[in-house]
């Protein structure tokens, strides 16, 4: 009854954000949340640097996130200090590989891609835990940590922080669909009530394609969605004790339909007809399904969620969750791209 009220829960909080950003992100108020004065010019003016919430978003997801895999971790028994470690150093190889990757890929430098992160971080993931099972906490008081638990907690919380992310690309208008009137008509009839029509001259897909005040596919939206509702449904058997098909499940979603969305994208996503990312997310599938048959099999027993909910409160985990959304607030935040020109005055009737 706990795992129901648990995911039900999760579930319909997630229904009322994605209600209410679908319908309000694509306007133009909700790409800059905050403007922050660095010089001021010789007329008076202050150069800004913004803060948007695309920044705000994300940190939201990536907070998400890591609270779902730190309360799946504590619900398998597993001690909170190796798991904000391997939380800390999946971080520190995701975020920039984040970055690294759009580079290679797009060739700019003020971008970032999720599906590159994934990539490397899915490679690096079960060689870490070993590793660390091996070399650091072998012989300690530590219990080893098992490989296959592991990988579908951290599956779940990805495919749940990665739809919940994709309202940060709503509100900076990138990863943007195709104009329904390129596509082709079953696709207009499935998007005529749902579409994304994006307002504002500094959002990507304004700048980038000159498609703004046009109806998109809604890719965001839609793969905010698909990612979620799998991640859900992962939830739900990973809380049932079933780890290896939960990350077969989430990563055969999430992964397949990476591949099969891009082709409903207009955003630059590489040169030729196949993206990098596709390529990526096919190898992803392929490898993660030789992972599952390689590994063997978990000998963990049902998890036991109200012990998992206990450890977010510990100081530890509240330590780590608020340096998480705080470092992705500004490190995905500050707009590199778009700039800002202030002038502040006195309202003298209030003097």
Known sequence: MTAIMFVATLAGLLTVIFWWSFTHLTRERWQMLAVIPVRRRPDGQWTGVNLTYYGLLS????????????????????????????????????????????????????????????????????????????????????????????????????????????????????????????????CRFLFAKFNFVFTGKTKKVAYEACLDGTSLIPIQGVTAIINCGAGLVGLWFFLMGHYGLTFLLVVVVTQGWRCFSEFMRADYRGGGRWSAYQVMAILTIFYDIGMAWLLPASVAGIPDLPTGLTSLWQPLAIFMLQAIWLLTLFHTGLSRVTGASLLFHLKEEKV
């Open 59 to 186: 940190a939201n997801a990536y907070l998400l996130a890591a609270a779902l895999v730190l309360v799946m971790f504590g619900s398998l028994g597993i001690n909170l200090q190796p798991a904000v470690m391997l939380v800390a150093i999946m971080l520190a190889v995701c975020i920039p590989a984040a970055s690294i990757m759009a580079r290679l890929v797009e060739r700019k430098g003020a971008t970032l891609t999720v599906a590159g992160a994934v990539f490397v971080g899915n490679l690096v993931l079960p060689f870490l835990v070993m590793l660390l099972n091996r070399f650091l906490w072998a012989g300690s008081w530590m219990t080893p940590l098992a490989v296959m638990p592991i990988m579908a907690a951290v599956a779940v919380a990805y495919a749940v922080g990665e739809g919940a992310g994709r309202l940060a690309c709503i509100s900076f208008g990138c990863c943007y669909g195709r104009p329904l009137v390129h596509c082709s008509p079953w």
